[in-house]
């Protein structure tokens, strides 16, 4: 397991595609977002995803959630609406997560099983921006809540000593949030909270 120091701000493109790698290998990571740290892996890499859905003890029924850099591939990934794109449009980037009907770009493995459905954001972090830019291609991932927390980890010394056995890159960006992103979904007629998190949900009630 390696842990990578990696400027928040300003992340070094040497480091970032060292983790690049790691990632192109089947690596299962921890990486900061705007939110809490997540785990990620490659979408393609099934391994890495099932073991991911170890890691937080969750089955197929869970979300896991595609990190993308702009809405313009939220759009290959989903299937979006007028009302949908527009509402994504004034919450991106940041700490939201939104459900909605997947395309057959997104293999059937990644989809909630009954429902057809993916998890998609476009996270405020410039680390994240920075692993998107290099790889061409967006990141599966996971909250890093671990079974039995009641948030998620937050703190690098504590990911690096609870999970080192179990994930192969730890990115060390500073210490994360103790929430997750705001989850809505938006797949029926209004817009569904599903998780109440980091994002403002607010603005649902204006």
């Known amino acids: ?5 990696i400027h928040p701000e300003n992340p070094q493109p040497r480091l970032i595609r060292q983790v690049c790698d790691r990632l192109q290998e089947g690596a299962v990571i921890a990486v900061p977002t705007d939110a809490c740290y997540a785990l990620a892996c490659l979408p393609g890499d099934k391994t890495g995803a099932d073991r991911i859905r170890r890691i937080r003890e969750v089955d197929e029924t869970h979300h896991l959630t595609l990190l993308c850099r702009d809405l313009s591939e939220l759009g290959v990934y989903a299937k979006v609406d007028n009302s949908a794109f527009r509402l994504m449009k004034n919450r991106t980037p940041g700490p939201y997560t939104f459900i909605l009907p997947a395309t057959r770009e997104v293999p059937r493995r990644l989809q909630h099983p ?3 459905t993916i998890g998609l954001r476009v996270p405020d972090s410039p680390i994240v921006s920075a692993l998107l830019a290099e790889l ?3 990141l599966m991932s996971a909250t890093l809540q671990l079974p039995g ?3 998620p980890l937050t703190e690098v010394w504590e990911i690096e000593e609870r999970l080192g056995h179990a994930v192969d890159a730890i990115i060390d960006g500073g210490a994360g949030t103790l929430e997750a992103t705001t989850v809505l979904d938006l797949t029926g007629e209004g817009v569904e909270v599903v998780r109440h998190g980091l994002g403002d949900a607010a603005f649902l009630d204006e």
């Open 1 to 5: 397991m390696s842990t990578f120091a």
């Open 149 to 151: 927390d009641d948030t």
């Open 114 to 116: 009954r429902r057809r």
């Open 136 to 138: 061409g291609t967006p």
